[in-house]
């Protein structure tokens, strides 16, 4: 059991996709992904974690200090690393950011990552950054909240995905665009990445156009 409190921080930028493809045929979740384009934003989701010892596992989760009534991916990325370590932890984990959820911004995505490295940070962990990324890269294939978020926001950049799969797995062309690049963007409400993905006349177009 962890006496002492462990801590971890980490930030993911958000993103927001240009066009994409979609390819989850495949059985192991690594490879599962897209193809496509997209820009990492300055503005992100940064996460804090604080670990200590618990006689049972409980996970406290927070987005700006409001809890998440259903944070499925957040669980499912600790869920992963406190099996991996085979211990019983109380973990309370912060995400904060300023870009709105289920807008198109990758929120769900980057909350993943930058939680996945928290925990592997706080945990002392001997993964590497790769290996902590396919963790959070799994756990939205999983809840199918992204396919190709975590991959473009792990590389930073502007990001082509030439093919599908997790962070070490797809290949990825990154652009560093220039410092003076701005971006403007405006969202109509939020809307449902699930709901896209398993809408079969969606998906079609969305194959077409990427």
């Given at each position: 059991m962890i006496l002492t409190v462990k801590t971890g921080l980490s930030f993911s930028p958000c993103q927001i996709t240009g066009f994409f493809s979609i390819h989850d045929a495949a059985k192991d979740p690594l490879k599962i992904g897209s193809t496509g384009a997209g820009v990492n934003l300055q503005q992100g989701v940064t996460t804090s974690v604080r670990i200590s010892g618990a006689s049972r596992t409980k996970l406290a989760i927070s987005f700006n200090g409001k809890p998440l009534a259903d944070p499925v991916v957040s669980r499912t990325v600790v869920q992963e690393h406190l099996e991996r370590s085979s211990k019983t932890l109380r973990v309370n984990i912060s995400h904060r950011?300023?870009?709105?959820?289920?807008?198109?911004?990758?929120?769900?995505g980057a909350g993943a990552l930058s939680l996945s490295l928290a925990v592997n940070e706080a945990l002392g962990s001997h993964?590497?950054?790769?290996?902590?990324?396919?963790?959070?890269?799994?756990a939205e294939v999983k809840h199918m909240t992204g396919l190709g978020t975590v991959t473009?926001?792990?590389?930073?950049?502007?990001?082509?995905?030439?093919?599908?799969g997790a962070p070490g797995i797809a290949k990825v062309k990154k652009i560093i665009p220039p410092s003076?690049?701005?971006?403007?963007?405006?969202v109509f409400g939020p809307i449902s990445t699930a709901g896209v993905l398993t809408d079969n006349g969606l998906r079609t177009r969305i194959n077409l156009c990427g």
């Open positions: 950011g300023i870009l709105p959820m289920g807008c198109g911004y990758g929120t769900s993964l590497s950054d790769i290996e902590a990324a396919q963790i959070a890269h799994k473009s926001a792990f590389y930073g950049g502007m990001v082509i995905r030439t093919s599908a003076s690049l701005r971006v403007v963007s405006g």
